[in-house]
């Protein structure tokens, strides 16, 4: 199994700019996320998804949005790039919603907004 | 106000030494804690998960500790290796299933 696989791993945009972020999973995984990691603070929810169809807002939703129409696939889309969503952004998956259950993690995409 | 405080922020120890990592909380309610490694230019992976009833937690030379009455916890490294090196960052689970992450600590494991 590839696990959870994030899409590009690297990208340099212009402000303005609109993209899409791609993550993968080949586990059957019903919820999916999104977070942004920046320096010196912790992970914070974007967007989440229980299962294909079902979206909701994380912590820092502005700016983005994202969709599930499958269970293997939910990416984000920037909609207008801003130097502010410079950051590492990392695809989690796990069973269910369920916090016993360990999410697992891509490997990030490194976005920088110039 | 929910937060996850982790100290150090960074740490350099020689291989073969041990070494303690702290986290503090004040999340509330409080349903799980859980420790993850971070590899540089990875994504986090789990190393273990303590319900409020659980004191202690290992996973090889990892050993996880929990305090539910001081809203502490600590992750002690044993005979440390080169591939410890990483980022290590607590995340504590709260009311409605939400997760607040610390920081993280940045281990540096030197020969």
């Known amino acids: 199994n590839a696990g959870v696989t994030q899409t590009p791993k690297f990208q340099v945009l212009k402000t303005g700019q609109s993209m899409t972020l791609q993550c993968a999973q080949d586990?059957?995984?019903?919820?999916m996320s999104w977070y942004r990691q920046d320096p010196g603070m912790g992970l914070r929810l974007i967007h989440y998804s229980v299962g294909a169809g079902i979206t909701d807002q994380g912590e820092v939703p502005n700016g983005y949005n994202v969709s599930r129409s499958t269970t293997e696939d939910f990416p984000l889309r920037l909609l207008s790039a801003a130097p502010s969503q410079t950051s590492v952004y990392f695809c989690?998956?796990?069973?269910?919603?369920?916090?016993?259950?360990?999410?697992?993690f891509g490997d990030g995409t490194r976005l920088s907004i110039l | 106000k929910n937060q996850v405080e982790q100290s150090p922020q960074s740490l350099i120890i020689l291989e073969g030494k041990n070494c303690t990592l702290q986290c503090n909380y004040t999340v509330s309610p409080f349903s799980n804690l859980r420790w993850y490694k971070q590899d540089t230019g990875r994504g986090p992976v789990s190393l273990t998960i303590m319900t409020f009833s659980e004191n202690t937690k290992s996973n090889g030379r990892y050993t996880a500790t929990l305090d539910a009455d001081t809203k502490q916890s600590s992750l002690h490294i044993t005979a440390s290796q080169l591939s410890d090196s990483a980022s290590y960052i607590c995340?504590?689970?709260?009311?409605?299933?939400?997760?607040?992450f610390g920081a993280g600590t940045r281990l540096a494991v030197h020969p």
């Open positions: 989690a998956s796990s069973p269910t919603g369920y916090s016993n259950q360990p999410q697992h």
């Open positions: 586990m059957n995984h019903e919820y």
């Open positions: 995340v504590v689970t709260g009311g409605y299933n939400k997760l607040i």
